[in-house]
């Protein structure tokens, strides 16, 4: 039941299940898996409850529902929430709350979606196995000594660990997409500027876009439908009138859509064979829909990750600028010896509350990111990066000029084990080897479940579209979801 | 300059102006810009620099920018963006500010400052640049607690500033006074900005040094910054007393340019001297970047000729028309100009309608300031309105009323009601008939024969004192009325 946000809102229109039984139940399924999985920061049990009363009150008096109504969701700890903390995973944050709520939040409030918890991430989104989290890891359901990859580990866990159906996650390098692929659930990346950014905590704000985790293509694209459009507290917001995802479902004719499959992609050094194979069968899938299917090539795609980590790491760098103690969020409590009589009490305060309040990680990219936009280095470093950024739109464009949808791998490996590339942020940045294009170049992408590997790991396919055409993930990924069923497998010990 | 006997000096100044915006909301959100409210009651996510919180630019802001840029001719490239400037303070709660580094809203313009003196001729001021910015908040120092208690009031922060650059054109401080005065008048005429250096919303910074012509050699001195002067006298001070100190720190140590970098001083009223803040400006690095959060704007050249057709008249052409469209002098234009353009307008409206424009600038210059000053009203709020204070000063004019009952008349108007014909009515001035005023003159006349005496001697001027008189008997005798009446009497005597 709690894996299917249709299924529902069936239950409710047909009497069979209450609003208040649903989140109760989820409450519950959350309680068993907390300690195991880990997948929240925050839980909001007596809340969601009350909210699911009043959805119940109003459906028994006749009034109209939301989209959404009575549907238990978990959003990332990096979305701005009134009633729960927004800590972004970090010490930095940990007791802020936000005093306005998230566009994308009031948004499923709108439609009556019930608001479960917040759930755990990397440290302010950065890293890819939510191991950085201020609040302990993240376990991958389907083997808990393996990530749940990241930075949206969390928000992939609670809906497969069947806590939530439904899920917002935030995409800045693929932390929608590779955590979902990681734990065999379906993943959007929108277009840059679809969803309001008005309330995610930036991270890099020209990448950042949030987006929906769920089982199926078909709760993809009823979340997505809920939280798109435009928003006049954000600038960088499109202000046009998305299409209704859940009219173009669809069930297996692709006749005349054209699909390129990155040949490089599959040929790329340490792509663990299991993903290589199930990309050839996924084009094979598409092919027996009527797709037409071609190799392509994205000439300039080795330079995408290294280009990615001088940008984003710069406007992180900036971003991060105002967790300085002064206004909000963690102060230490006492400044002196050394550091006091070096820097005086003000950048002594500053000093010291910044290195108590963030973790490795996002000191790390602090440093790289201020290095890469100093004077002298920028040319070398952040102004370079956006040379190549505009070479990789042009590889885009040039690919989409010939075919309607790109087809690859969203990562190179199923779920690593946790502790494994801690320690190398080289070998933790690859994971990002597929996913990061998409977000430089602006553009939609899905990641698809498309099986397990023999170890009983998910895989993740990756439909990537022009700019505006979640339309044609959402058709395309709808077809192959209705022609297979790696969408429908679980993992082992969770009640759904 | 006092020491050029001695070496051939010149002073070089160069001032950046920061000229707040008069838009009702701040630059990147809905907040109040209004002076003086309790600290921290005017924000919001967005000027708190919350996480999350993002900015959306205030077209207002943009086109007043357009409108300050025109008016010191400056070309308004088509295109503008945003970047960060990041530098760590309690009163920048981002952590950077959102300003403009490479392509800022106005490019190179200049300004003509009128003649400082008889021999000077007119001067054109070279403008380098104009660029639209955020306020940082406030920071308030407790040093007397002992504690270094600071307290951060951030009202201000994310007003809209236009920081106007000029290129080091001026040459004295006269120059100085004489830039500022004429881009405040044009800043306040065209409703740009308040200009206000007491509340905070005109702010100068001034670059200075001197060059030297030493043993045949030319020599500059080390470049210094001034910063906290809060008036334009004070510019004048200050630029005054460091061309002085830096003479006398070269003729002592003979450093130049070369030998150290720029420094920041500031501008002590009380000692009337400028005192180091900052010493070597180390580079500053503030890691410029475009601001992603905010997308470029394109400025079209339609919208720009739309704004430029809405100037309207600059100060200058304003104060030639008003010369010789009411037959006024030059001073009493300035007067009425430097009051902006509302005062302007309700000038001409009451000089049309009384169709003397002397006597409604005399008006203007005493009893319309006066009040408005006293009373501390703005142009809007002035109780009469253009057409009855037209009325009132024509019935002057045609000397149904003389200067001093006309002013009986304005006070009347000012507390109770602005309408000049019910003032009169209620204040009891009646005309005073013929018959009446011929027997009031009679009487003056048959007890004052000396008078009578004295004018037939050619004494013309001897009726005056009978006037006084005329007008403590009825106070709505005519004084011009009054004078006629005798004087003919006498002749008929
Ligand atoms: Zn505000």
């Known amino acids: ?496 | 300059m006092t020491h050029s006997d001695e070496h051939s000096t010149e002073t070089i100044i160069g001032l950046e102006v920061h000229v707040q915006l008069k838009t009702e909301t701040k630059l990147f959100c809905g907040c109040s810009t209004a002076f003086g409210g309790p600290p921290n009651t005017q924000v919001c996510p967005v000027c708190l620099g919350h996480p999350g919180a993002l900015p959306v630019i205030n077209a207002h802001a943009i086109e007043l920018s357009i409108r300050a840029g025109l008016a010191i001719n400056c070309s308004i490239p088509p295109m503008t963006k945003w970047d960060r400037k990041q530098y760590f303070y309690p009163d920048l709660p981002k952590g950077y500010q959102i300003s403009q580094f490479d392509l800022p809203i106005c490019a190179e313009g200049h300004l003509e400052i009128p003649a400082v003196s008889e021999d000077d001729p007119t001067r054109r001021i070279g403008i380098i640049r104009a660029h639209l910015e955020e306020d940082a908040g406030k920071s308030m120092h407790d040093e007397a607690s002992g504690q270094c208690d600071s307290r951060i009031d951030l009202n201000r922060c994310g007003t809209p500033l236009l920081e106007i650059v000029s290129y080091p054109d001026l040459r004295s401080s006269h120059e100085a006074k004489a830039y500022l005065d004429e881009l405040k008048l044009r800043m306040t005429h065209l409703g740009i900005s308040d200009c206000e250096m007491q509340e905070g919303s005109l702010r100068v910074d001034a670059n200075v040094n001197l060059h030297l012509k030493a043993n045949g050699k030319k020599i500059a001195t080390p470049i210094v910054e001034i910063k906290n002067m809060n008036s334009f006298r004070a510019v004048e001070h200050a630029i005054d007393y460091e061309v002085d100190r830096q003479y006398d720190l070269w003729e002592e140590t003979g450093k130049t340019i070369e030998e150290e970098s720029k420094t920041t001083r500031g501008w002590d009223d009380t000692t009337g001297k400028t005192f180091l803040q900052r010493e070597k400006e180390e580079s500053a690095d503030y890691r410029y970047f475009p601001d992603p959060d905010l997308l470029p704007i394109r400025i079209s050249q339609e919208r720009v000729d739309e704004i430029r057709a809405t100037l309207g008249e600059l100060p200058g052409e304003t104060l030639e028309r008003l010369q010789q469209q009411h037959r006024i002098k030059a001073y009493d234009a300035e007067v009425i100009v430097n009051q902006g353009r509302e005062f302007i307008s309700f000038f001409e409206e009451v000089a049309t309608a009384c169709d003397d424009g002397k006597r409604a600038s005399s008006w203007f210059q005493q009893d319309v300031l006066r009040t408005m000053n006293d009373q501390q009203l703005s142009v809007s709020q002035f109780p009469i309105n253009g057409q009855q204070l037209g009325l009132l000063l024509r019935k002057v004019s045609s000397g149904e009323l003389d200067n001093s009952r006309a002013r009986d008349v304005f006070q009347f108007m000012l507390t109770n009601d602005g309408e000049v014909d019910s003032a009169i009515q209620s204040l009891g001035i009646a005309s005073v008939g013929t018959d009446e005023l011929e027997g009031l003159c009679q009487n003056l006349l048959e007890s004052n024969p000396q008078i009578v005496e004295d004018y037939r001697n050619g004494k013309q001027q001897a009726v005056g004192s009978l006037i006084g008189q005329a007008k403590k008997k009825n106070p709505n005798a005519n004084p011009k009325a009054v004078r006629e009446t005798l004087i003919k009497l006498i002749q008929t005597m």
């Open chain 1, 1 to 496: 039941m709690l894996d299917s946000a249709s299924e529902i809102l069936r239950l409710q229109a047909s009497g069979e299940a209450s609003a208040v039984e649903i989140i109760k139940r989820s409450i519950e399924q959350i309680e068993a898996s907390q300690d195991k999985i880990n997948a929240y920061t925050c839980v909001n049990a007596e809340l969601a409850i009350r909210d699911a009363e009043t959805v119940d009150v109003k459906r028994k008096s006749g009034q109209p529902l939301g989209k959404l109504a009575g549907v238990p969701v978990a959003v990332k700890d990096i979305l701005c929430t009134t009633d729960m903390p927004t800590t972004c995973s970090s010490k930095m944050l940990e007791n802020f709350m936000a005093p306005y709520d998230a566009t994308v939040v009031r948004r499923l409030r709108e439609e009556d979606a019930i608001l479960v918890g917040k759930t755990n991430m990397d440290e302010f989104a950065m890293g890819g196995s939510t191991e950085t989290s201020a609040f302990g890891v993240t376990r991958n359901p389907w083997d808990n000594n393996r990530t749940p990859g990241g930075s949206s580990g969390g928000a992939a866990a609670c809906v497969a660990s069947g806590t939530v159906p439904l899920s917002l996650g935030s995409d800045t390098g693929g932390s929608i997409r590779q955590p979902a692929a990681f734990c065999g659930v379906t993943g959007l990346k929108p277009t840059y500027g679809r969803v309001s950014r008005y309330g995610l905590v930036a991270f890099a704000s020209s990448l950042d876009q949030v987006g929906p985790i769920a089982w199926s293509v078909e709760d993809v694209a009823v979340l997505t439908d809920v939280i798109s459009g435009f928003e006049p507290r954000d600038s960088t917001s499109l202000n046009q009138e998305p299409p209704c995802l859940s009219s173009v479902l669809q069930s297996n004719d692709l006749r005349g859509l054209k699909i390129g499959i990155l040949e490089d992609a599959l040929n790329s050094e340490g792509i663990e064979p299991s993903i290589r194979q199930s990309v050839i069968d996924a084009a094979e899938t598409f092919k027996q829909a009527g797709a037409e299917i071609v190799e392509i090539q994205l000439p300039h795609s080795e330079h995408y990750v290294p280009t990615y980590y001088v940008i984003a790491p710069s406007e992180a760098s900036s971003n991060l600028s105002r967790y300085d103690g002064a206004h909000y969020g963690h102060r230490s409590a006492k400044v002196d010896g050394d550091l006091l009589a070096s820097l005086g009490p003000l950048a002594a305060t500053y000093c010291k509350s910044r290195s108590e309040g963030f973790g490795t990680e996002v000191k790390r990219r602090i440093m790289i990111g201020t290095y890469a936009l100093s004077e002298g280095y920028a040319d070398q470093y952040y102004n370079q990066a956006l040379k190549v950024r505009r070479l990789i739109k042009s590889d885009y464009d040039a690919a989409f000029s010939q075919v309607d949808l790109l087809l690859g791998p969203t990562t190179p490996t199923t779920a690593f084990p946790l502790g494994e590339r801690l320690d190398n942020p080289l070998q933790m940045y690859l994971v990002d080897l597929f996913t990061v294009g998409a977000n430089l170049a602006g553009i939609p992408a899905i990641s698809l479940p498309a099986g397990l590997n023999s170890s009983g790991l998910p895989i993740g396919i990756q439909l990537q579209a022009p700019a505006l055409q979640e339309s044609r993930l959402i058709f395309a990924g709808s077809a192959y979801q209705a022609m297979t069923d790696f969408h429908k497998l679980r993992p082992d010990n969770f009640s759904f």
